[in-house]
């Protein structure tokens, strides 16, 4: 993690300063070794943040009535939620979801800025507050930050590199239960390798993910990677609250101690707020996309004014707007509008949620001919039932239709009519009637009741095609 010299290359254009927060002049990696401030939302974060890991952990190992608190075992293309399970088969619920979290990320970013970036965000959490701590006890800058004094020795290396293996191990494990679930992640780290190498291939590369994640690519994940900061310049406007610097009061910056009467900002220049930016940048150049909003700048620059006797809060979370001394607007186009969209999502959701019984059942009519005339003049058609068991038990499943219709029903393979939990199948059935039945139009809307055998039943309707 050395810094490279710029190349003595006239074919190089000299840049004025670093390219980009995290790159050289010449092009190479600039490592941010970012100070420490342990101010007052330091403290906050650090609580956030440990709290967070916690239930990170803890979420695999939690069920309701039953069934895991989340389990996304997408081999079974089943989705555990809060207990409940989602199919393939709901996809309206599933589109409903996913409108839901998205809309709610866009409705915090424009009143919250990147509120989830720099508090809850995995990446920062696991970064700034458990693999940069370890770095800072190996280089010997434990409580402070930046550049260790002197190098780190081989064996600190080999050491600081066996604790991230471990912890990565640990967390890779702990997200692979999230989608395997702790009892089927338990059975594999038991076995042997040899006998369930895929499983063993996919624990290898998600450790290795993490370790390439926290030893290498760091920051680098929130400026190049993730989407959601480029997404900022369109969720945010002036009125969202975002980690800014007031030029109004800090400018014109000078060095050193300000005299009495001088016409000067209360910046003091002491590049503070940059040295403590685990992105590298500085904070006074304005709105960046690199800013996660982790309040390190805040707490550093609040800690330099009270030490020059000025007030704290020359970076502070505010608006664009509020810093430029406009008044701070609560109710505008987007704070009405996302929460109404919101609104009419959860709605959905929760109809959608509470209405859904303990199976699905569709009839769809076989390709082919119509219907076939038997001797006896009745009709037959065929169709496939499609029926999906939501419960928690096997079920057997009935078929029974109004008497006055004198529909035959033929199911043609009755094992199919017992299903085990979150299962699906086609059952073909037949369906005979009187050829008098569809006599005008040669249709007849018609409905057959179907029952699990307890207390969920429901009505399918559809159409029989014969002789007009
Ligand atoms: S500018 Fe401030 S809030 Fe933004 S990432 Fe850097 S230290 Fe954190
Ligand atoms: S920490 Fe505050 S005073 Fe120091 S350079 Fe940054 S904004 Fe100016």
Redesign the pocket.
């Known amino acids: 993690m050395t810094t490279k010299t710029v190349p003595d290359n006239d074919a190089l254009l000299d840049a004025p300063e670093h390219v980009l927060s995290t790159l050289e002049k010449d092009g190479s990696r600039r490592w941010l070794r970012p100070r420490l401030s342990t101010g007052f939302w330091w403290h906050k974060r650090r609580v956030v943040a440990y709290i967070l890991m916690v239930i990170f952990v803890a979420i695999p190992h939690l069920s309701i009535n039953g069934k895991p608190l989340v389990l996304l075992d997408i081999a079974a293309r089943q989705f555990t939620i809060f207990g409940r399970t989602f199919l393939p088969t709901d996809t309206l619920l599933l589109a409903l979801l996913i409108l839901t979290v998205f809309v709610s990320i866009v409705l915090v970013t424009a009143i919250a800025g990147r509120v989830w970036c720099g508090w809850a965000c995995p990446q920062t959490v696991y970064m700034e507050f458990l693999f940069r701590p370890i770095d800072r006890l190996f280089e010997g800058t434990k409580g402070k930050g930046g550049k260790p004094r002197h190098a780190v020795s081989g064996a600190l290396q080999v050491a600081r590199f066996a604790v991230y293996f471990v912890l990565c191990a640990f967390l890779a494990h702990t997200f692979l239960a999230y989608f395997v679930g702790v009892d089927r992640l338990s059975e594999w780290v038991r076995r042997s390798p040899i006998e369930h190498p895929m499983p063993f291939l996919v624990m290898v590369f998600t450790v290795g993910l993490m370790l390439f994640d926290f030893m290498f690519f760091r920051e680098q994940l929130c400026l190049i990677a993730c989407p959601y900061g480029r997404f900022q310049s369109v969720m945010l406007d002036e009125q969202s609250m975002v980690v800014a ?1 007031d030029h109004v009061r ?1 400018e014109p ?1 000078k060095k050193g101690k300000h005299l009495e009467g001088e016409n000067v900002g ?9 040295v403590v930016c685990p992105t590298g940048i500085d ?2 150049k304005g709105l960046q996309m690199e800013c996660i909003n982790c309040t390190q ?1 805040i707490d ?2 609040d800690s ?2 009270e030490k020059v006797g000025s007030p704290t809060g ?2 502070r979370y505010s608006s664009q707007d509020s810093i430029a001394g406009k008044v701070r607007r609560m109710f505008r186009a987007r704070t009405i509008v996302y929460p109404l969209i919101l609104l009419g999502l959860m709605s959905g959701l929760v109809f959608a949620i509470s209405t859904k019984s303990g199976f699905d059942a569709r009839i769809i009519r076989q390709p082919g001919s119509p219907f076939t005339m038997l001797p006896s003049l009745e009709v037959v058609n065929q169709f496939r039932m499609r029926l999906v068991n939501r419960t928690d038990q096997e079920q057997t499943y009935s078929i029974t239709a109004a008497p006055e219709l004198g529909l035959g029903i033929e199911v043609m393979d009755e094992d199919k009519m017992t299903l085990v939990p979150g299962k699906s199948v086609l059952v073909p059935i037949n369906i005979t009637f009187d050829s008098r039945l569809t006599r005008g139009s040669g249709r007849k809307e018609v409905a057959i009741t179907i029952n699990d055998g307890g207390e969920n039943e429901r009505d399918v309707e559809f159409f029989l095609l014969g002789p007009s």
Do not use: E, K, P, S
């Not at 209360?266 to 940059?274: A, G, L, S, T, Y």
């Open positions: 610097y800090g910056r209360d910046c003091v220049d002491c590049n503070q707020c940059v904070i006074r700048c550093a620059c330099v004014m020359l970076i």
